[in-house]
């Protein structure tokens, strides 16, 4: 069993999973969508990830606000949360996702990506972020 990270966006959803021993996470693919309400192609190829890497559990990045407050892409998050349940029937969690993103992007800079690049990359990056802060949360219980 493995446990797939999501780094969901309105245009995107970053995908990651862990190696079958949940030390490392490594990113896989970004999903794009023409428009933010067609999640219907989206929830299917996650499903097909879901198959191909025998997912167990799922972590998907929380987008709270840095005060801690929760706006509307964490109603959004909640949302296409439920989804995933009702659709894979796997344990789906919810992890504050703060400044992945931008650990993404500095992460890129220091590896020398040039930044008309970086878009291409940014949310599977953040995808793998929460997913091993995930990860190395599961080894400090």
């Known amino acids: 069993m493995r446990i797939m990270g999501l780094d969901f966006g309105s245009r995107t959803v970053g995908v990651a999973v862990s190696d ?13 969508r023409k428009s933010p309400g067609k999640l219907r192609q989206t929830l299917a ?9 025998e997912v167990g559990r799922i972590v998907l990045g929380y987008p709270k606000h ?15 949360r439920d989804m995933l349940v009702k659709r894979t029937g796997l344990e789906v969690i919810l992890a504050d996702e703060r400044l992945t993103t931008v650990m993404a992007e500095h992460a890129m800079m220091e590896g020398g990506i040039r930044r008309e690049n970086r878009k291409e990359y940014v949310d599977k990056l953040a995808a793998v972020f929460i997913l091993q802060n995930y990860l190395d949360s599961m080894e400090s219980k």
């Open 20 to 32: 079958p021993l949940f030390l490392t996470a490594q990113g896989v693919e970004i999903i794009r």
């Open 45 to 53: 190829r996650i499903d097909e990830l879901i198959q191909e890497y």
């Open 66 to 80: 840095m005060n801690n407050t929760e706006g509307e892409r964490c109603e959004k998050t909640a949302e296409f």
